[in-house]
């Protein structure tokens, strides 16, 4: 078992380095060095303004997803659900429509804060729900709905909205790494390592509502608080990606499934780290193919989880009915 996460914590640093050097411009260590030593090199600039932030907001972005993800698969009992099972990416995309297709800003900033702040709207109306639901499975289907009612607001603005503007906001909800830069970086450090070092603090509660929350509650969890905390920490990371991203589909979904198969075990001391490294790993390597695929097209990220993701989820499902 150490074995293993040694060997995944290898092809995470190897995933890094491979993600900072490929792109359409070929470009090495050295030409970052000399870079960073105070030579103005346009491949140095490339490595170190564009790759370096893009590739560790991918890193950084996975993972959140990934642990965002597998706290909602437990908590729900629902191998389905991911992180935006509670209307987080609905929300997030409806506040960016009417920041780009109601002519209320195009710029970066305002995209940016509108899907962050649209995001935690959801958080804050799934918690006020959290408070007065008293099981798992009319939460999810309060997010669910939520979701929809989001979707459908969206959609009017699609309809009413000129082309251009359209294509742009279609463009956003298809998700890339591409526009993450050293602020947006710094900001998602600050802010996703201190919330993922949280969920680690959920090892025991997690395990104990394997088994449902009535078993929960017998063994001490209080599960209300525990609900309040894990709907926090996963809408929160999710709206993090988001807003800075947009829609990454899959990572969140696939990847606690992945950790699952790879240890065998649903022990959430071993699922949680690993769980962030394969998410990490994964959507940095699926970075780095949108990229060089249909060179010199980039593809939008979430194809490539998509691609990626549907056919373990598909397998996850068939395998399921087989049992």
Avoid at 261 to 272: K, P
Wanted: charged fraction near 10%.
């Amino acid at each position: 078992m150490r074995i293993k996460f040694v060997i995944l914590s290898f092809i995470s640093i190897i995933s890094i380095f491979v993600g900072i050097l490929a792109g359409s411009v070929h470009a090495s260590i050295h030409d970052l060095y000399d870079y960073l030593k105070g030579k103005q090199d346009v491949r140095g600039y490339i490595i170190w303004e564009v790759r370096v932030p893009r590739t560790l907001g991918a890193f950084l972005g996975g993972a959140c997803l990934a642990v965002s993800g597998l706290l909602l698969q437990t908590y729900f009992r629902n191998p389905l659900a991911g992180p935006y099972v509670l209307g987080i990416s609905s929300a997030a995309s409806l506040a960016v429509a009417l920041c780009i297709l109601a002519g209320m800003g195009i710029h970066n900033v305002g995209i940016v804060g509108s899907a962050f702040l649209g995001s935690m709207l959801a958080t804050v109306l799934i918690l006020c729900l959290a408070t007065k639901v008293r099981n798992a499975v009319t939460l999810l289907v309060a997010g669910l709905m939520l979701g929809y009612l989001f979707s459908a607001f969206e959609k009017i603005l699609i309809t009413l909205a000129e082309s251009q503007k359209v294509h742009q906001f279609i463009l956003w909800t298809f998700g890339s790494f591409s526009g993450i830069t050293w602020d947006n970086l710094e900001l998602i450090t600050i802010l996703g390592i201190p919330a993922m070092m949280l969920v680690f603090t959920l090892s025991k509660p997690l395990n104990a509502l394997l088994l449902g929350e009535e078993y929960a509650r017998s063994m001490g969890v209080n599960v209300k608080a525990v609900r309040m905390v894990i709907v926090t920490l996963s809408s929160f990371l999710t709206s993090l990606v988001t807003a800075f991203a947009g829609i990454v589909a899959f990572v969140g979904l696939a990847t606690p499934h992945m950790a699952r198969l790879l240890f065998r075990t649903s022990d959430h001391r071993i699922l949680i780290p690993t769980t962030i490294l394969l998410g990490a790993i994964v959507t940095v390597l699926c970075d780095i193919i949108s990229r060089i695929l249909l060179y010199p097209v980039e593809l939008p990220v979430s194809v490539v989880t998509s691609m990626f993701g549907a056919p373990i989820v598909i397998y996850l499902v068939i395998k399921r009915r087989r049992v």
